[in-house]
């Protein structure tokens, strides 16, 4: 059975801090990867693809570690709008399911 | 830029009665899923369609029918509504391989 593992949090940072999660995924052939934001009882919303050579948009930074089977993803200077719930995601090669994460919630504080 | 649309966005139901959600897409995507979201459980696929006319079984499918008859469209019904039900409902549609974009889901209580 497929699994990714995210540390559920909560992770109370002030604004401007830079912060940084982890995720763990078991399925070798894992494809594609993606970072995911959820607010409160909202959808979930693609924050951004996560690419072998790690990509960056603006304050975010995702990472991919194919030998360790992790992606990370890097949020730099803090803003209180960044406060949500971060969904891991990935699918494996060739398939159209996409396994998801739990999330770990972010608070960003004044 | 409808994207994917889900209605309705609230429901209850009485136990043992039957409903079907809607939901629809407008990007082409042949790749249309069903999630239920609950406390400290995440996502969980119910059902999924790699296409019209295909459907299959997710991790959680007791209790739900889906059908695609066209590219558009996949609407999940509950047969019988239990207390267990109770959930909020997530559609969502992807090219293969590709991010999946969600509606806004439905929250569904069942009393």
């Known amino acids: 059975r497929k699994e990714v593992e995210q540390d559920p949090g909560p992770f109370n940072v002030p604004e401007g801090a830079t912060v940084a999660f982890n995720c763990t995924y078991s399925?070798?052939?894992?494809?594609?990867f993606f970072w995911y934001r959820q607010d409160c009882r909202k959808e979930p919303k693609l924050l951004m693809s996560?690419?072998?050579s790690g990509n960056e948009d603006g304050r975010f930074t995702a990472q991919l570690n194919r030998a360790s089977q992790y992606i990370s993803l890097l949020i730099r200077d803090s803003k209180l709008s960044d406060s949500a719930t971060y969904l891991c995601?990935?699918?494996?090669?060739?398939?159209?399911?996409?396994?998801f994460g739990k999330g770990t919630k972010l608070s960003v504080i004044p | 830029n409808a994207g994917v649309t889900q209605t309705p966005k609230f429901q209850v139901l009485k136990t043992g009665q039957s409903m079907t959600l809607q939901c629809a897409q407008d990007m082409n995507h042949e790749y249309m899923s069903w999630y239920r979201q609950d406390p400290g459980m995440g996502l969980r696929l119910i059902h999924y369609?790699?296409?019209?006319?295909?459907?299959d079984q997710g991790e959680v499918p007791n209790g739900y029918n889906v059908s695609r008859s066209t590219t558009e469209d996949f609407p999940l019904r509950l047969l019988s509504a239990a207390p267990s039900q109770t959930s909020v409902y997530f559609c969502?549609?992807?090219?293969?391989?590709?991010?999946?974009?969600f509606g806004q889901g439905t929250r569904l209580t069942v009393v």
């Open positions: 369609s790699v296409g019209a006319g295909i459907t």
């Open positions: 969502a549609s992807s090219y293969g391989g590709g991010a999946a974009f």
């Open positions: 996560v690419y072998s």
């Open positions: 995601v990935e699918s494996g090669a060739g398939s159209y399911q996409l396994t």
């Open positions: 399925n070798s052939a894992s494809q594609s």
